[in-house]
């Protein structure tokens, strides 16, 4: 499982051109699902993302985290984190979980981080999506 979390001041998601999902202060989390993860890699990998400081404190160090700061969470499925790269022009996606188990386990973090995180908006799995953002920093990390 791979999060690329990015510092967010504002993120929004569209489909059709219809906004499905938008946040304000948080992470734009960007969520690639790989053929071998299990909901136990979810939770490990949803406690570190809620745990992680990187916001700013009054000193203006990086010490806070998203709960410490109250920040929400928009979570946008993002298979094309397990492009293989290594050989030729195109990228191969066998990395990459088939899309019932990806979906599946995209629910269950979901679902998870809606028990530690006050505000969870989402995309919409497997459309074709627009993803807006304010990069706050820029601050982007990448967890696996």
């Known amino acids: 499982m791979r999060l690329l979390i990015q510092r967010v001041s504002e993120a929004s998601v569209s489909v059709d051109n219809h906004t499905i999902g938008k946040i304000g202060h948080g992470y734009l989390v960007l969520l690639g699902i790989g053929a071998e993860d299990s909901e136990a890699d979810a939770d490990r990998l949803i406690q570190k993302m809620v745990r992680l400081r990187i916001f700013s404190d009054d000193d203006g160090r990086i010490n806070l985290s998203l709960k410490d700061v109250g920040g929400s969470l928009l979570v946008v499925s993002q298979f094309t984190l397990y ?10 996606f066998s990395l990459a979980a088939k899309p019932e188990k990806a979906n599946a386990l995209y629910e269950y973090f979901l679902a998870r981080c809606r028990e530690t995180v ?27």
């Open 83 to 92: 492009a293989d790269t290594r050989h030729g022009n195109r990228p191969g």
């Open 118 to 144: 006050p505000v969870v908006e989402h995309g919409s799995f497997g459309a074709y999506m627009e993803v807006s953002l304010v990069n706050d920093g820029p601050f982007t990390v990448l967890l696996e």
